[in-house]
Structure formats: C-alpha cells, structure tokens
C-alpha cells in the first residue's frame, strides 16, 4: 500500500479508538460496565444492531458470494422483518419489564438456576467461536498482502478491540458502532460507485445489470424447494427467521445492544429499524460483488484470486498444470472480448438488450472459465492438503488493492477493520456479561462489593481477548466466512431458541422437562450437522427449537401422571 493508504487507515482505526474511550470515561461500575447507562436513542441502537451483525466477513465475504453466486444470498435475510417484528410484540417487553442484565437471568425466574447456566453455557460456546472467526476475517487480509504472521495479526487486530472494550463496557461499544457504522456504509457505498466507474465507456449500471444477469448472477429470487438447497426463498423465510429470532432474541450480543435503550420505545423502533434497513443493506454488498463481476469480464481476472495459494502451487509439482489452466482462462478472456464488444455495440447502437446468441455464447464461456477455477482448487489442494482452496473471499480485497486508487485503499481497509472490530466488540462485550452475571457472580463468587465485579468484568474482557486469539490462530476455516458463521450459530440457535419458546410460551413446562429436552434436541441438531447433512444448516434452526418445546412438552406430561 502507499504511504497516503497507511494514513487514511491509521487516522480511521485511531479515531474509532480514542472515540470510544472518550464516550465511555464516565464508567463506574459494574452494572454500567455490562449493560450500559441505559440511555440510548433509537438510532444508536439500530446502528449499534446492525454494526453487531454486520461484521468484516459481511464486507469481505458477501461481495465474493456475490461475484461467484450472484444476489440469491439475500433471500437468507428475507426472513429478518418477520423475527424483528415478533420479538418487538411479544419479547421485548418481558426484557424491559424484569430489567434483566443479560437474556438469560429471565430462565432462571422461569425455570430454575439450571436451564439459566445450560443456555448460558451454550452461548458462550458459540458465540466464543464466531468471535474468533470475526478476528480471523480481516486477519487473513493482512497476511495475504503483507505476509505476516497469522498469530501475530490475529493479536493485532484484537488488541485495540480489548482496549476500548475493556475501557468502557457496552457503553463504549455502542458508541463507537455509530462511529464505525458511518465508515462502514460510506467505504461501501464508495465501492460501488468505485466499480461502476472503471466499467468502458457506454456500459453503465443499466448495461452491467444486463451482462451479469446472463448468467444468473441478478437472480434474487428462487421459488423452487430443495431441503439441501442453502438460499431460497423457502429456507430464507421459514429456516432464517428462526435463526434471526435466536440470534436477535436470545444471543447476548444483540440483546445487550437494545437493552441499553432509554425506553422500551426507542429498543423497539431500534430493531425494527435493523429489520427492514438490512435486506437493502445486504442487496448492496451483493450488488458490489456483483459489479466486480462485471468489471473482470471487461479486465482480466486471475484464474484464483487468492495469491498465497497460487504461490504454494508455484513451488509444487502442479505448478505446469496450473500455468496451463492459467493460459486457458487467458484464451476463453480474449475470445470473451470479442463478444462483449459485440454486445456493448448493439446496446450502444440500438439501445436494446442481449441477444440470445450472445448470451448463450457468454453464458459458455462463462461455464467453461468455472471448470477451470474448479480444476485449479483441485490443484491447491493437491499442493496443499491441509489449506483452503477456496477463494472467493479474496475476491474483493483482490479488486481493492489491485484496482481502487491510492488513498480511497486505505478507506476500504478501513471500513473492514472497522465491521470486524465492531462485531468483536460487541461479542466480547457479551461474553463478559454473560461470564459475569450467568455464571460467575451467580454461581461462583457470590456477595461481593461491586468494585470486585467491575474488576472482574474487565479481567473477564481481556481473558475472552485471549481466547478468540488462540481460536482464531488455530481454526480451519468453511468454504467461505459468511456461510462460517451461519453454520456455527445454526448448531446452537435452534436449542437456545426453543428453550426461550418454551419459557415463552408453554407456561406448563418447568425446568426439569426442559432442560432435558435442550439436552437431547441439541444431541439430535449436532449429530445431523456434523454426520448428515451440513448444507441444510437454516433448518436445523426450526428443528432445534421444535424438538426442545416437543421434547420439553412430553416430558413434563409423563413427569404430572
């Protein structure tokens, strides 16, 4: 990067930093530290959700979902008004009613101090390796272009989260979420334009839509049911508003955000802000994706966008095969050219769209550049059996560092580091008052003077910074960072879930009952997951939850005979 990069990147990242030092300085005690002043606008709040979620594997990933799969991701969100609706009605208010530090001191008043620790356990396991993953995101760029060490980056990247976290609590993180939510829509918004305008003469947003939609990439709606189909319409609806509602309702790191609202009004309109501004959001960040798309049909793209990988095959025994697969994708390029400057002729001409012939011809050629990337991961693999061949999550820092100009790259940089910070913090936020309140001052060291407690909640910060270090450090990642953490959260939503529908609404359901039931539906959840079928992930969400109220429900029949 340029000197003028490594500028605009430093004065961002220091500034999120000392901002969130600066808001937070009046923080005093433990309750403050875990929950927040309890003071915040609908607006902060909604921010503050949507930068939780929002990670760096949203601004990262999600464009090279877009440019490998095109804009069919977006129905995952298609289910998030329906859950933020729900719980606004019916969750909500049962929070602000017991003015609860986490979402899981209500199962205690519900059940019993059991099914309070169980939940809590859960959510410290899951969410402990989302974070790592979130830490690993950005990471695996700056060892991609620098060649750092990924130890070394992984500390990097979360040093300065543990500092301003560890400074000022939740109060801290949702402060500087406005800050970083701004860097992070303004760096995209830029991106997209970034894209558009190093598109030919006479091809505009219109004539991009056209190119990509010939093969599929501008589909954003699939009718069609397939249980092992990741993104339809079906799955996005049913299967994702279950994990929205486990994730919104029931994981801390969302529901520590809008309990900071100074009102049961503002936490509402905050959500439902997050509800309908995120399908917009996320057709955005495809739509980028997609755009880069278009930009490597009319500039040539590499046959693997993931350097590090073409390296290692370079110092292989496949490394002729891959210079072979490389002039392959050199030639179907050029004959590519031909084509589109036909194409780009008839639109300019007669203002009209793609001719069957052409788009027929394109959609080959298209297939046909697929084979060889396919046949060039299966070459990375060989060469390296235990890495990852996949690599459209280099797609986009690819086009970032290779075709933005200098000084808008460190912006981009920018606003990744800025997404997975944001998600870090507030993760480690919520594994702070979770280990705290759920587990630590509940059932471990009771009867302390508060001072104890905000002690404790910041050695509790750092010593989750650790962990998510380590994690990061050592963990294999899936085929791609946004289908990662889906995955993750999949295993665990549909248990922790079922148990908060169970407390909700089967009033005749106690603790004892329930609790084995979470027990066996997560068995059930995690053995499918791991030994059947991966790919149906979204509907093991419905599924957990289903079986812990089933399960719950006649257990506690045969306990009353």
Known sequence: MHIYDWIVLALALSGVVFYGI??????????????????????????????TQASAITFLSTPGQGFSDGMQFVQFYFGMPIAMIFLAVFILPVYYKLRVTTAYEYLEQRFDLRMRTLTAILFLIQRGVAAAISIYAPSIILCAVFG????????????????????????????????????MLGGLILAFVLVLYQLPEGIGLGEAWQIAGVTGKTQAVDWSFDWKDRYNVWSGILGATFLFLSYFGADQSQVGRYLSGKSLKESRFGLLFNGFIKIPMQFLVLSVGVMVFVFYQF????????????????????????????????SLFAQKQLILGRVTAEMQQNGQGISAEHAAQLRQIEQQRNTLRAEAETLVKIADPKGDP????????????????????????AMIFCASWSTTASELSALTATSVSDIYRRSFVKNRDDTHYFRMSRWFTVGWGIFIVIFATYADLFDNLIQAVNMIGSIFYGTILGIFFTAFFLK??????????????????????????????????????????????????????
């Open 299 to 330: 500039n040539a793209p590499p046959l693997h966008f993931n350097q590090i990988n073409r390296a290692k095959v370079e110092k292989s025994d496949q490394a002729n095969a891959f210079r072979q697969l490389e002039m392959q994708n050199d």
């Open 148 to 183: 750092w060490n990924l130890a070394f980056t992984n500390f990097l990247m979360a040093i300065f989260v543990v500092i301003y976290t560890t400074s000022g609590g939740s109060a801290a993180v949702s402060r500087t979420q406005e800050l970083q939510m701004t860097i």
């Open 390 to 413: 996949k690599d459209k999550d280099f797609v986009f820092i690819n086009f970032i560092l290779q075709h933005i100009p200098i000084g808008l790259v460190g912006l981009m940089l």
């Open 508 to 561: 005749s359901v106690q603790g004892k009952a329930v609790f084995w039931g979470a027990v066996v539906a997560q068995s059930i959840v995690a053995c499918l997951f791991f030994f059947v079928d991966k790919d149906a992930y979204l509907w093991y969400n419905p599924l957990g939850c289903a079986l812990v109220m089933g399960i719950g429900w006649v257990l506690q029949q045969w306990q009353n005979r």
């Open 22 to 51: 600066w808001k937070s300085r009046n923080i005093g005690s433990s309750e403050n530290f875990l929950a927040g002043k309890r003071d915040l606008p609908w607006w902060t709040i909604g921010l503050s959700i949507m930068a």
